[in-house]
């Protein structure tokens, strides 16, 4: 009785799989072809280029953070972890 319901148990899990397999074919078919064999996802005109960028944004800090407070860190004594027993 066990190994008939393991049985079925992994037929349903079976039909589960191929059922979701099948469903992202359908919905990406172009991508999945494209990807095995070999050209990639996406086609090489619309991938991005490498090289530098056509616009620089520099990044610069607000004064109200750089003014602010730093916390300051305790000294901790640290003592080895051994026990007592030994």
């Not at 099948?22 to 990406?28: G, R, S, T, V």
């Amino acid at each position: 009785m066990v190994q008939v319901a393991t049985a079925l148990l992994f037929a349903v899990a079976a039909g589960l799989g191929l059922t979701v397999i099948l469903a992202m074919l359908k919905n990406n078919e172009t991508a999945i072809l494209s990807a095995l064999m070999g050209e990639g996802a996406f086609p090489a005109g619309a991938a991005p280029q490498p090289g530098p960028a056509s616009t620089v944004v520099t990044l610069h800090r607000s004064p109200e953070r750089r003014d602010a407070p730093r916390p300051v860190r305790a000294a901790v004594r640290t003592q080895p972890q051994f026990s007592r027993a030994a």
